[in-house]
């Protein structure tokens, strides 16, 4: 399996940061977790959330209130919507796939993250 | 929430060896992972479910875990090894993935 982030670099605060994850080589219908991961400059990673084929969607406490994640299986991709962004928001992005609760995220199955700046 | 407390820095000169420590309440009840990773570059598996190592990782890495605390050791360290290390476990309790803090492992 392969992911790629897309998305703007620079986001406005108090606006909306959007990223796309790309999937190729697997179905995302198929079942597994997909998951959002970040982490700001110097810092450690933070999950951020995940969706399940199964139409559940699980999120940090921390960010609940401000994140959604959607899938769009015509496309084979899932999104991160994180709103009201301030300057704690500025980080690498990574999306990710997670084939179990308990199991590890195995290296093949990580994108290469984006760097989303939050900057007026 | 589950929290998982890792120190924020190690230091160790080569050839010794490194015990990284993740500590959270009854964290030996969970699977903990392991990543290293070095700048710029997305995190690297280098032990799952407590102990087992993956392809491609030497044999000087080992994990352990009880109580409430699990740990990651590297024996005859190397500068190559230099990197941040963190744990993760999933918190079944409120069904989250957790991550420790990290830790800078630095070989002197």
């Known amino acids: 399996v392969q992911l790629q982030e897309s998305g703007p670099g620079l986001v406005r605060p108090s606006e909306t940061l959007s990223l796309t994850c790309t999937v190729s080589?697997?179905?995302?219908?198929?079942?597994?977790?997909w998951v959002w991961i970040r982490q700001s400059p110097g810092e450690g990673l933070q999950w951020i959330g995940n969706f399940h084929r199964s139409g559940t969607t699980n999120y940090t406490p921390s960010l609940r209130s401000r994140v959604t994640i959607s899938v769009d299986t015509s496309q084979n991709q899932f999104s991160l919507d994180l709103r009201s962004v301030t300057a704690a928001d500025t980080a690498v992005y990574y999306c990710a796939r997670h084939l179990g609760r308990a199991d590890p995220f195995q290296d093949g199955d990580w994108g290469q993250g984006t760097l989303v700046t939050v900057s007026s | 929430s589950y929290v998982l407390t890792q120190p924020p820095s190690l230091s160790v000169a080569p050839g010794k060896t490194a015990r990284i420590t993740c500590g959270g309440n009854?964290?030996?009840?969970?699977?903990v992972h392991w990543y290293q990773q070095r700048p710029g570059q997305a995190p690297v598996l280098v032990m799952s479910h407590d102990t087992d190592r993956p392809s491609g990782i030497p044999e000087r890495f080992s994990g352990s875990n009880s109580g409430n605390t699990a740990t990651l050791t590297i024996s005859w360290v190397e500068a190559g090894d230099e990197a941040v290390y963190y744990c993760q476990v999933w918190a079944g309790n409120s069904d989250h993935v957790v991550f420790g803090g990290g830790t800078k492992l630095t070989v002197l």
């Open positions: 009854n964290i030996g009840t969970n699977s």
């Open positions: 080589g697997y179905s995302i219908s198929s079942g597994y977790y």
